[in-house]
């Protein structure tokens, strides 16, 4: 099982949708999560940190489930520009020290 | 204006031509590190750095090696580059790793590599 797994889409989605992605991470000792974008061929950029109390950025929310051991992220009317790959990264404990992990990204289109 | 800055973004080389890839930040962070990503593979970890002086192997460090002399910079060696080396090289760097807290990577605009 891979330390931190999410679906990798595409997700093809109307304008104006609501839509969801979850990422699962197997080390019950996670300490902190993050989403991150990226789009074609750049570099991945902090979408938003992710803390146990959920927390909401405009039209993003995300939320962490600690006993089902997976993080959400949530985007309300959808945009064109949110067109992108969406990486969920986990800073997990590993062999003494705390390393981040990411996830293989799930792609998203956001459709006129 | 805070930054990574990895030069060069493109390069054409052939198998077994020493390379240096250069990584740099402004931020004055202590953590560096270097991921290469490949398709359906994600990014993977070659080396990262702790602090000066202090590097060490990541999940992907075979054929790879690092320094870190100065605390903003972190360079990319491939002493003898083979085809499976062709991917994107991203460099990040954050204030400080190795613990739990909720500290930002922030990325270079990476280096397309190609090794024929």
């Known amino acids: 099982r891979k330390e931190v797994e999410q679906d990798p889409g595409p997700f093809n989605v109307p304008e104006g949708a609501t839509v969801a992605f979850n990422c699962t991470y197997s080390?019950?000792?996670?300490?902190?999560f993050f989403w991150y974008r990226q789009d074609c061929r750049k570099e991945p950029k902090l979408l938003m940190s992710?803390?146990?109390s959920g927390n909401e950025d405009g039209r993003f929310t995300a939320q962490l489930n600690r006993a089902s051991q997976y993080i959400s992220l949530l985007i309300r009317d959808s945009k064109l520009s949110d067109s992108a790959t969406y990486l969920c990264?986990?800073?997990?404990?590993?062999?003494?020290?705390?390393?981040?992990?990411f996830g293989t990204g799930t792609r998203l289109k956001v459709l006129a | 204006e805070a930054q990574v800055t990895q030069n060069p973004r493109y390069l054409i080389t052939v198998t077994g031509k020493k390379l240096t890839v250069t990584c740099s930040q402004n931020m004055n962070h202590e953590y560096m590190s270097w991921y290469r990503q490949d398709p359906g593979l994600g990014l993977r970890q070659i080396y990262y750095?702790?602090?000066?002086?202090?590097?060490d192997k990541g999940d992907v460090p075979e054929g790879y090696k690092v320094s870190r002399k100065e605390k903003r910079n972190f360079p990319l060696i491939l002493e003898s580059p083979s085809p499976n080396q062709t991917s994107l090289y991203f460099c990040?760097?954050?204030?400080?790793?190795?613990?739990?807290?909720?500290?930002?990577?922030?990325f270079g605009p990476g280096t397309r590599l190609t090794v024929t």
């Open positions: 750095s702790m602090n000066v002086e202090v590097t």
């Open positions: 990040a760097s954050s204030r400080r790793a190795g613990t739990g807290a909720s500290y930002e990577q922030y």
């Open positions: 992710v803390y146990s």
């Open positions: 080390n019950s000792a996670s300490q902190s």
């Open positions: 990264v986990v800073n997990s404990p590993t062999s003494g020290t705390y390393k981040y992990i």
